[in-house]
């Protein structure tokens, strides 16, 4: 078995963008194999599969993160103190840690546990849409899921809004505008609109934030663009239906809107004892409802993942592992706790 930091820069060092991830999930089955694990790759869509693992018993506990990430692919490097390159924290990394953990917990008799791994959290989450109805679910009472949260426990995440601005125009000479009418002027005055909406707070989840992804248009600098249009994304930190209502104001007249995808802000399990946090985030987590109670946590910090500079600390996915192994027994004693209860009172 590879140590932690063997493992994390193995996984970085196969590239796995969000929809190619097929190889670092053939890697991942072989290893998890070689450990003793039962590996269902469950087939996504074309070559993409999701790993489920587990051992002869039924899972209880189940550690869980995503094999995507996002491009460009940037090799692991490495000095005395850090692991660099991408996925470093987000997610390689946390999958070295789970799988170190779940090992611990069988070496300690604990093997009621399984271990899931998505593709596509980095887009729209469908391996963990697609794997909500596996047969393994039904079993499990605790999903253990792992993003960046600098090790502490994450009590809630931010919901999310993705969707699609589109404006049509007339395409026209550009020495002649009068002839025809910009999608790209009624698109930026759209999102113009939408940039100067007064959005909701929430006590809990802080500040509803919106980012305007991509924009894409026309097709020459000498005509007037016949469409445009552009992908946002709004972390959600109330109901989505009424920042529905906000985005349709700002645009009426100028732009039409397709609702992508969306979840609601999610409050999560959480345990005594350890460091909490509240994150803006969002994860595979609301797609995950069949798996149990939700808690999340993982090493390193949201603020390099996706960065060219993504890293993280040797000392903390070594802390990251006695956290989840610590998460573990002390949710299987929770387990214990309750059947022998449940006993009790029949």
């Known amino acids: 078995m ?21 190889a670092v999930r053939r890697f991942l089955c072989s290893y998890l194999k070689e450990l003793g694990y039962e590996v269902d790759s469950q087939l996504v869509e074309d070559d993409r599969c999701n790993i489920i693992a587990t051992t002869t018993a039924e899972p209880r506990i189940v550690f869980s993160t995503h094999m995507d990430t996002v491009p460009p692919h940037i090799p692991a490097s490495e000095n005395q103190t850090t692991i660099f390159g991408r996925g470093a924290c987000d997610a390689k990394g ?5 799988i170190q953990a779940a090992q611990a917990l069988r070496e300690q008799g604990c093997a009621e546990l399984g271990l899931l791994f998505t593709v596509d959290e980095e887009m729209a989450s469908l391996g963990a849409a697609t794997v909500n109805n596996h047969s393994s679910a039904s079993a499990c009472q605790y999903l253990i899921n792992g993003e960046p949260t600098d090790n502490r426990l994450a009590t809630g995440t931010k919901g999310s809004l993705r969707l699609k601005i589109s404006a049509s125009g007339r395409a026209a000479h550009s020495a002649y505008p ?5 999608a790209i002027d009624k698109l930026l005055a759209a999102l113009d609109a939408i940039r100067s909406s007064d959005w909701p707070r929430d006590e809990f989840f802080g500040d509803t934030t919106c980012n305007i ?13 016949a469409q445009a249009e552009a992908v946002l994304q709004i972390r959600l930190a109330t109901k ?13 007249g100028l732009a039409t809107v397709e609702y992508l995808s969306v979840h609601e802000p999610v409050r999560l399990f959480t345990i005594e004892g ?3 946090c509240v994150v803006r985030f969002t994860t595979d987590i609301p797609y995950l409802s069949n798996w149990g109670q939700p808690l999340l946590l993982g090493p390193g910090s949201i603020l390099h993942a996706h960065t060219a500079n993504e890293q993280v600390e040797k000392a903390d996915l070594l802390h990251a592992v006695d956290l989840y192994l610590e998460l573990g027994k002390k949710l299987f004693d929770r387990i214990e706790t309750t059947q022998a209860e449940a006993v009790k009172s029949s």
Do not use: W, Y
């Not at 946390?94 to 789970?98: C, S």
């Not at 009068?178 to 910009?182: I, N, P, Y």
């Not at 992804?213 to 663009?225: E, K, M, Q, S, W």
């Not at 985005?247 to 009426?252: G, P, T």
């Open 2 to 22: 590879m140590n932690v930091f063997e493992l994390t820069k193995t996984l970085i060092d196969i590239p796995s963008p969000t929809g190619e991830e097929a």
């Open 94 to 98: 946390i999958i070295a840690t789970q």
């Open 178 to 182: 009068e002839q025809g009418e910009s």
């Open 213 to 225: 992804g991509t924009i894409h248009g026309g097709t020459r600098p000498n005509v007037l663009a």
């Open 240 to 252: 989505p239906n009424l920042i529905k209502a906000i985005v349709e104001q700002a645009i009426d």
């Open 274 to 276: 350890l460091e909490q």
